[in-house]
């Protein structure tokens, strides 16, 4: 097959199992072409496909495998990008109704929104921060299209990075008076802590993880841009939804935001 109709073809098979609600086996073995690179243009063609037909719009981006627990729990060593569009996110304090997912999991991560744009390729920590205008306290629930959510890195790059919905808490702050690496985060699911961890569990600083995005964007002539909502990476492996489940994450000196999911 040639490069257009593999980059069509997955992007299609993808698109259908989100809607079907139907897991795919792994690309890689039917297509052993599909490397990083490639994977990145079907993930393009994917959301191409997904705001025309559901008619949405892009709101930003966000990290996935960012965290030794994540990368430790799916096998894969590397960071990975998506996109949000304005269609995943939810708002809190709405049941959320488990029936769109295959096999969703919830991730407690740190949403960044920018006032500036980030062009790489040597952004850092502090370009970051000087960037920012607010962060805030975020669930996202991920949903790999396939099955067993078994991949491999470029499988999960052209499906998004397993993105599906995300929930960001109502209070804003200003990320001057924090420091994001030392924040601790309590998460929980039905009243009982199911992670700690800090900030740091995200590359060594939430912030390192937009640095290398935006570096990483470079590559393919983009950067992020003023208004966009980045999630930086689940700070802790994710946890399986199940109906009737209700979970929070609490970060120190941002609050909590919480989710409660119905069948
Ligand atoms: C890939 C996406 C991971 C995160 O925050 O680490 C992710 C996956 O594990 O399915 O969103
Ligand atoms: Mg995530």
Redesign the pocket.
């Given at each position: 097959m040639i490069k257009t109709d593999v980059i069509d073809q997955i992007a299609f098979e993808l698109y259908e199992a989100e809607k079907q609600k139907k897991s795919v086996n792994k690309f890689v073995d039917a297509y052993p072409e599909l490397d990083e690179a490639l994977a990145y243009q079907v993930q393009e063609r994917l959301i191409e496909l997904k705001c025309k037909e559901e008619n949405t719009k892009r709101v930003g981006r966000?990290?996935?495998?960012?965290?030794k627990a994540?990368q430790e729990?799916?096998g894969v060593h590397e960071p990975?990008y998506g996109v949000l569009l304005e269609s995943m996110q939810l708002g809190e304090g709405e049941r959320i109704s488990l029936a769109p997912f295959i096999h969703a999991k919830l991730?407690p991560?740190i949403a960044f929104v920018f006032n500036k744009e980030i062009k790489g390729p040597h952004v850092t920590v502090a370009d970051v921060l000087t960037a920012t205008k607010y962060i805030a306290p975020a669930l996202?629930i991920?949903d790999?299209r396939f099955q067993g959510?078994s991949?491999t890195l470029p499988d999960?790059v052209a499906d998004n990075?397993?993105?599906s919905r995300y929930i960001i808490g109502e209070r804003f702050y200003s990320p001057e008076n924090f420091d994001l690496k030392l924040m601790g985060m309590v998460y929980k699911q039905n009243g009982e802590v199911v992670a700690t961890g800090a900030g740091a569990a995200v590359m060594g600083h939430p912030a390192r993880a937009i640095a290398w995005l935006a570096n990483r964007l470079y590559k393919v002539g983009q950067s992020i841009q003023p208004g966009e909502v980045v999630?930086s990476?689940?700070l802790s492996a994710?946890i399986k939804i199940e109906p009737g489940d209700h979970f929070s994450a609490s970060f120190d000196g941002l609050g909590s935001v919480e989710a409660v999911f119905t069948e």
């Open positions: 966000k990290l996935g495998l960012t965290s994540k729990m799916m990975s991730e991560e996202e991920i790999s959510f991949f999960a990075s397993s993105s999630l990476g689940s994710a």
